[in-house]
């Protein structure tokens, strides 16, 4: 029955029913409508009620045949599909694919699409994975756990109404640990704090079991834990475990091994007591048997004696060095150590512990001479104040050497690419060393003792400056579109890596710019003068005559030089200052903002934080009194190195700034003034006078200079060593 005959059985004028047609009001519009809506065309209310009521039940009868509809053809459909690719299809493990799915279905129930096939979504197997990996968020199931020492495994897992239960998020899939126990936290301590105390109180840390032995890596984010345990949901739990719970070191002591205490025939356990006669029978001499810092750490224990030796490696006959892992373990002569757990007092008939004995430590990781692969390590006072705690603090002063090989013209891109890995940019316990390569890809004979890094890095910044800047005396970085983020963060890294190893730093980049990227803000007082150093060498001459006597600038100049930088407003002697400082904010601040956020990130937790900024670019800054005071000549010299020493002087007081840092790059590797002095040596000339040519050691910072440029005027030393400074190619070609 449709809405006219309906109404024409209820005895209502015809008129109604095309009043209700012409403004469109059918079976799917009258259950919508309010009473005052349809008090319009109908005057009376029983008749709107009856109304109403019928387009309900005509509206769940269509239904009822729709579906009706749509089951027999998903009967059909399974049956020429197959029943297990059907099942593919539908059962998907991401809840927005089936949200999709099922409102797509259900919309079919409109006039429109009524009596029409409903749209399938049909997947195989691989387009599923795909457009599950192209999601940027991943869902994760989270438990809680706590520590307790009085159950077996330690961990237990916390239910709901105690606190912890199960917990569904989404997630980041690149997010790493820390991140995670961030956003995993706040969910079991709401406002810091739960009914077993609050945050302060506990250490925190992320397993993929309940028992905690597999513990997350601090670099894996979550795609990849998901990858590598064949997971489509991450589970995992959050551990809690109480600061002043000391029972697992406790635990932790009875395994480690029994230690020799030097030639006097006494032993002493790892429990604390001298050893029975049965026990003495282990040889003298054993080594601690692959004993790592870490176990150290967690037994609690007061070290005295002297630590022999380091390596990288627990197999034996092993005594290479792995420098990918950054994992030590302790392997020294236990006649060399005496532990004893602290707190336990020794039995009678035990040695007392000597703590006046220095531990033997050194305060970086160095290769042995006869590259044995043994590290050696120097004295450390006990009273330094690094053993106040425990053990681990070692972790802080010994950190491992990383090499970077690099390509000469090239240093710039392999940096970069070195850098853009993650696990390089977050190894703040990593030392790096450079490792030079020809173009032929034949190693440079030269070793890395702080030179072949500050030529490299010279490199670097040379390149970095040409392509990656523009700006004149000061220089400001400028996007591009193939330097994304990972790319400027690794920018800073090698910034960050220079100035801690070296003290080198990229005094060409404007300040303004390096204080957004270092503090998150820039020093007004800095703006004007880094402005003028920016822009070129005519536009800052107008510029300083318009700020001086705005009268005297020509006006085509300056109106050039205000629409070069796009200046919006009319210049004049009232505001001419000011909108010179809104342009130079535009171009050392604004334009570079990406760039200087990308540089904050990493920078803001570095040393450079405790720099004056000017002091250091003033410091950093080379010029001819500051190379001459660095000089440093022989005590004893001979009449012809007198007069040599003479003409050197003279030559790098005529030295323009250009030179300058050419001349300290040759002596130093660093184009800035390092912290180091220049040792001149004199040498005789191997061979004909014709050929002599000055040379350097830049891991020494030593300038060799023949002794035959004493017989020739002072020019024929400043002419060949000017010559050899303007060739800018230098190969580290012997150590």
């Known amino acids: 029955m449709s809405v006219r005959s309906f109404l024409e059985s209820r005895g209502i004028s015809p008129a109604a029913a095309d009043k209700l047609e012409i403004d469109k009001i059918d079976v799917d519009v009258i259950p919508e409508m309010s009473d005052e809506d349809l008090r319009e065309y109908l005057p009376c209310k029983g008749d709107r009620v009856s109304l109403q009521a019928f387009a309900r039940n005509k509206q769940t009868h269509l239904t009822e045949t729709e579906n009706k509809k749509l089951s027999l053809i998903e009967r059909l459909r399974s049956?020429?599909?197959?029943?297990?690719?059907?099942?593919?299809?539908?059962?998907?493990?991401?809840?927005?694919?089936?949200?999709?799915?099922?409102?797509?279905?259900?919309?079919?129930?409109?006039?429109?699409?009524r009596g029409k096939l409903p749209l399938f979504v049909n997947m195989t197997s691989t387009s599923k994975q795909a457009t599950i990996a192209s999601k940027d968020d991943r869902a994760i199931v989270v438990g809680f756990c706590i520590y307790n020492h009085s159950r077996r495994g330690g961990y237990h897992q916390v239910r709901a109404p105690m606190g912890g239960g199960i917990r569904h998020l989404r997630v980041k899939k690149g997010m790493k640990k820390m991140e995670l126990l961030?956003?995993?936290?706040?969910?079991?301590?709401?406002?810091?704090k739960n009914m077993h105390g609050q945050v302060d109180e506990f250490s925190f840390d992320i397993s993929t079991d309940v028992n905690g032995t597999q513990i997350i890596?601090?670099?894996?984010?979550?795609?990849?834990?998901?990858?590598?345990?064949?997971?489509?949901?991450?589970?995992?739990?959050?551990?809690?475990?109480?600061?002043?719970?000391?029972?697992?070191?406790?635990?932790?002591?009875?395994?480690?091994?029994?230690?020799?205490?030097?030639?006097?025939?006494?032993?002493?356990?790892?429990k604390g007591r001298a050893l029975s006669d049965k026990e003495k029978q282990v040889p003298t001499g054993t080594d601690l048997g692959g004993l790592l810092l870490e176990d150290i750490a967690q037994s609690d224990v007061a070290v005295s004696g002297s630590v022999t030796k380091f390596l990288t490696t627990e197999s034996e006959g092993s005594n290479e060095i792995n420098l990918d892992t950054n994992e030590l373990v302790l392997v020294g002569n236990a006649a060399d150590m005496h532990i004893m757990p602290k707190g336990i007092d020794p039995e009678p008939g035990s040695l007392p512990v000597d703590i006046s004995t220095p531990l033997v430590v050194e305060d970086f990781l160095a290769r042995a001479a006869n590259e044995s692969g043994v590290i050696q390590f120097g004295p450390l006072s006990p009273h330094s104040g690094i053993l106040d705690d425990t053990l681990p603090d070692l972790y802080d002063?010994?950190?491992?050497?990383?090499?970077?090989?690099?390509?000469?013209?090239?240093?710039?891109?392999?940096?970069?690419?070195?850098?853009?890995?993650?696990?390089?940019?977050?190894?703040?316990h990593l030392t790096f060393e450079i490792n030079m390569l020809k173009e032929n890809g034949m190693p440079e004979v030269a070793e890395d003792s702080g030179g072949v890094m500050r030529d490299a890095l010279t490199e670097f910044w040379e390149t970095f400056y040409m392509q990656y800047t523009e700006g004149n005396s000061y220089k400001v970085p400028v996007l591009r579109h193939d330097m994304s983020q990972v790319e400027w963060k690794a920018v800073a890294a090698v910034i960050k890596m220079g100035f801690i190893q070296q003290e080198v730093y990229p005094i060409k980049l404007a300040p303004p710019f390096m204080q957004q990227?270092?503090?998150?803000?820039?020093?007004?007082?800095?703006?004007?003068?880094?402005?003028?150093?920016?822009?070129?060498?005519?536009?800052?001459?107008?510029?300083?005559?318009?700020?001086?006597?705005?009268?005297?600038?020509?006006?085509?100049?300056?109106?050039?030089?205000?629409?070069?930088?796009?200046?919006?407003?009319?210049?004049?002697?009232?505001?001419?200052?000011?909108?010179?400082?809104?342009i130079a904010h535009k171009e050392l601040v604004q334009k570079p903002m990406f760039v200087a956020d990308c540089f904050y990130k990493l920078l803001s937790s570095t040393p450079l934080v405790r720099e004056d900024m000017s002091a250091l670019y003033s410091k950093l800054q080379p010029n001819p009194k500051k190379v001459l005071k660095c000089l440093k000549f022989p005590e004893q010299l001979s009449k012809e190195e007198t007069l040599l020493s003479v003409h050197v002087k003279k030559l790098v007081r005529e030295m323009d700034t250009e030179y300058l840092g050419l001349f300290l790059r040759f002596c130093t590797g660093s184009d800035v003034m390092v912290n180091?002095?220049?040792?001149?040596?004199?040498?005789?000339?191997?061979?004909?006078?014709?050929?002599?040519?000055?040379?350097?050691?830049?891991?020494?910072?030593?300038l060799e200079i023949p002794r035959s440029y004493a017989c020739d005027p002072y020019v024929s030393l400043k002419s060949e060593f000017l010559a050899l400074l303007k060739n800018r190619y230098w190969q580290m070609d012997f150590v």
């Open 397 to 428: 002063y010994l950190p491992a050497v990383k090499g970077i090989i690099v390509h000469r013209g090239l240093v710039c891109r392999d940096l970069i690419a070195f850098f853009s890995l993650e696990e390089n940019v977050q190894s703040n």
């Open 79 to 113: 049956r020429i599909v197959g029943t297990s690719k059907m099942k593919d299809v539908l059962d998907t493990d991401d809840e927005e694919m089936t949200d999709c799915k099922t409102t797509r279905i259900l919309n079919h129930k409109s006039k429109k699409t």
């Open 217 to 270: 890596h601090y670099m894996e984010s979550v795609e990849k834990i998901m990858k590598r345990m064949g997971l489509k949901h991450l589970r995992c739990y959050l551990l809690a475990k109480r600061l002043d719970d000391d029972s697992s070191d406790r635990d932790s002591v009875e395994d480690l091994p029994d230690v020799d205490l030097g030639n006097s025939g006494t032993r002493i356990s790892s």
């Open 182 to 192: 961030k956003t995993i936290r706040p969910v079991f301590f709401p406002d810091e």
């Open 517 to 582: 990227a270092i503090f998150g803000a820039w020093n007004d007082s800095d703006l004007l003068e880094s402005f003028l150093k920016y822009v070129s060498v005519m536009d800052k001459t107008v510029l300083e005559t318009a700020l001086k006597d705005f009268a005297s600038v020509d006006e085509d100049d300056i109106y050039e030089v205000m629409e070069q930088y796009e200046a919006k407003k009319l210049v004049n002697a009232d505001n001419v200052e000011r909108i010179v400082r809104e």
């Open 676 to 702: 180091k002095d220049i040792q001149i040596r004199f040498i005789s000339s191997d061979g004909s006078d014709n050929v002599r040519c000055p040379s350097s050691h830049t891991c020494g910072c030593v």
